[in-house]
């Protein structure tokens, strides 16, 4: 019963500064003690110091940002989350921008491969290089992961070791056009804001876990964009948008995975300190700890 904290202060996959701050911000509040309380042994060996990883010039390949920095963080990040599954822990990665996710993910299908990814979204997170408008490669780790698109060979580390069916979106509310067309194209489930509305969430969750794994017998990594939350319940990230998860549906979801038994990874991120004012910023970190606990067996009664 370990976890390993595997804080990540990057922001390179965006373009607003501050998410770095994320992972300093949730250890700070005391996330490490909190998860303690729940009778985890918790490894924390210090935020991963990317400084060290010399990019010195990272012009754009096509219109992707940050290219080269994005590449050798993320393949830094699946090294380690990679090492810390093989060994039996539960990696929990504190990002940072979301385009660490493919650093995680691969970590995990390298020790798991059967591994389902149950990630929960404003965004779909899933534009290949000919689609991603902006270039930011937090909005494209999901293609590298499936194998999707033209192959960037500064990426090529990244084995496309998820398949479609291994993968579920919760929460989604902002995707652009290419990606509903790559959603349709490959068939992966999705359950956007109006699923949510329709079914409820209880009913949103099992048929989430219902499609990618229905005899729940594989290993579950939860990717977690603290956007997915209603940015009235989580202020501080860089691409908030309305009509989002309330409070209870964020937990819950988090709840019913851990219910499962069958988490084996876990990320929170895109938690922005910088964005918002100070009360913001605290209630955002606040709810990051409380997502964390909650998948990682905290129960109401
Ligand atoms: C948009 C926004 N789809 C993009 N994505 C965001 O830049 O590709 N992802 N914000 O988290
Ligand atoms: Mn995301
Ligand atoms: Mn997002
Ligand atoms: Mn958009």
């Not at 080269?68 to 963080?73: E, G, P």
Request: negative net charge; proline residues 6%; contains cysteine.
């Amino acid at each position: 019963k370990t976890l390993a904290i595997v804080g990540c202060p990057f922001s390179g996959g965006q373009p607003k500064a501050g998410v770095d701050q994320g992972p300093i911000h949730l250890v700070q509040a005391g996330l490490i003690p909190q998860l303690e309380d729940l009778g985890w042994k918790v490894i924390f060996d210090g935020h991963h110091q990317f400084e060290e990883i010399n990019v010195a010039q990272d012009p754009p390949i096509g219109i992707l940002k940050n290219p080269r920095m994005v590449s050798k963080v993320t393949k830094a990040v699946a090294q380690v989350v990679g090492e810390h599954a093989s060994k039996g822990q539960i990696p929990v990665t504190l990002g940072g921008d979301h385009s660490l996710a493919m650093g995680t993910i691969s970590g995990t299908l390298s020790k798991y491969p059967d591994a389902c990814v149950v990630w929960i979204d404003a965004h779909a997170d899933i534009n290949t290089s000919e689609t991603t408008e902006s270039g930011n490669i937090h909005g494209m780790p999901v293609s590298f992961l499936l194998g999707l698109g033209s192959k960037v060979e500064e990426f090529s580390w990244v084995k496309p070791l998820l398949k479609p069916e291994q993968l579920v979106y919760i929460g989604l509310r902002d995707v652009d056009a290419g990606e509903k067309k790559i959603l349709r194209d490959n068939n992966i489930k999705a359950f956007s804001m109006h699923e949510v509305d329709k079914y409820g969430i209880g009913k949103v969750v099992e048929m989430a876990l219902d499609h990618v794994n229905p005899n729940r017998d594989k290993p579950i990594h939860l990717s977690f964009d603290v956007d997915a939350l209603d940015p009235t319940v989580a202020p501080s990230t860089g691409t908030p948008v309305r009509g989002g998860l309330t409070f209870r549906e964020g937990h819950y979801i988090c709840e019913a995975i851990y219910e499962t038994g069958l988490l084996v990874a876990l990320d929170l991120m895109e938690v922005n300190p910088s964005l918002e004012n100070e009360e913001s910023v605290k209630q955002t970190v606040a709810v990051g700890c409380s997502l964390l606990r909650s998948a990682l067996g905290e129960t109401l009664l």
